[in-house]
Each structure stands twice: as C-alpha cells, then as structure tokens.
C-alpha cells in the first residue's frame, strides 16, 4: 500500500526576497519543501450589465502571496529555522 505523505505549510509570506531566503535555509539544512504562490490578481472578473460588459478589478494593493511546505517529521526542524529569517 502507498502511504501519499502529508505537507503542512511552515511559511507564508508576501516578500519574494524573504520566500528566496525561506527557500534556501531550507534547502541548505536538507530540508524537502513544496511551494505554492497565491495570487489577488487572479480574482478579476466578467459582469454582465443590461447593454454591456465591463470587467471589474479587485480595488487596492495587489499581491502574491509565497508558501512553503514541509513533511510533519520535518515541520518542527524547518519552523525552527525560518523563525531566524
């Protein structure tokens, strides 16, 4: 039976620069990491009005939002070591 391994996330931020600095303290100490990035951008969207269409934007700052992931034998260690960043 193959046991899929579980990610928790240890890391979220909005700074590339710091996700950069996450990902390499990680991969420094051998850590295994997934990443995954959000992004307000992608919430644009179409409306129908009687006569025509207009495309409406989320108002205000726009940003992506950086996550990284570890195993649950690794998430203390990996906690650990972004607590310095």
């Known amino acids: ?5 579980k ?4 890391y ?4 590339l620069e710091t996700m950069y600095k996450a990902e390499n303290c990680l991969r420094e100490h ?6 995954n990035a959000f ?7 179409m409306r129908n ?5 207009r495309l409406l934007f989320r108002a205000g700052r726009e940003e992506t ?5 570890t195993s649950k034998e690794e ?5 650990f070591l972004l607590s310095k960043i």
């Open 30 to 35: 051998g850590i295994l990491y997934k990443t």
């Open 7 to 10: 990610w928790f996330l240890v």
């Open 75 to 79: 998430e203390e260690k990996a906690r």
């Open 12 to 15: 979220s931020g909005v700074k």
């Open 49 to 53: 009005f009687p006569n025509e269409r």
């Open 65 to 69: 939002i950086y996550m990284l992931y």
């Open 39 to 45: 992004s307000r951008n992608l919430t644009s969207f």
């Open 1 to 5: 039976m193959i046991f899929k391994k």
